[in-house]
């Protein structure tokens, strides 16, 4: 594992993938998660996320484990609204993106130094405009 870009006192956000990959206790992810407790970070992810994660074959138990060790930020009103305008911003609408500016517009609302862990780093580039860091898992 390379070392963090992430600073003490920032967030870690997970999107589906690094959800995903958390339950499944895949090294890189777990080195990661590792690392947030030691450089005490906040584990976030957005409530929008669960909706891609949970399918019949995951395994639940796993899940609501993960889940209990970060914090599941919700989708208000606020976040919703500052999900469409980042989705404008980019030149992107539709439900193709809606997830990933949800997830982005949590990670922008979170104390920063602000890490994403994500499959996909250039969506959340185009939608943050630089202003968290994306690592591709």
């Known amino acids: 594992m390379t070392p963090s870009p992430a600073t003490p006192g920032g967030t870690l956000v997970l999107d589906s993938e690094g959800l995903a990959k958390a339950v ?19 584990v976030i992810t957005s409530a929008a996320t669960l ?24 989708v208000t009103e606020s976040i919703a609204r500052h999900a469409a305008a980042l989705l404008a911003d980019a030149g992107r609408h539709g439900h193709k993106y809606a997830i990933d500016a949800m997830l982005s517009a949590t990670a922008l609302a979170a104390p920063g130094p602000v890490t994403v862990l994500t499959s996909d780093p250039e969506d959340l580039a185009a939608l943050c405009r630089g202003r968290v860091t994306a690592i591709k898992i």
């Open 51 to 74: 909706v891609e994660v949970i399918h019949p074959r995951i395994n639940r138990p796993a899940l609501e484990w993960t889940m209990s060790r970060l914090v599941i930020e919700p």
């Open 24 to 42: 499944l206790r895949d090294r890189t992810v777990t080195g990661w998660l590792a690392l947030a407790r030691t450089d005490d970070l906040r």
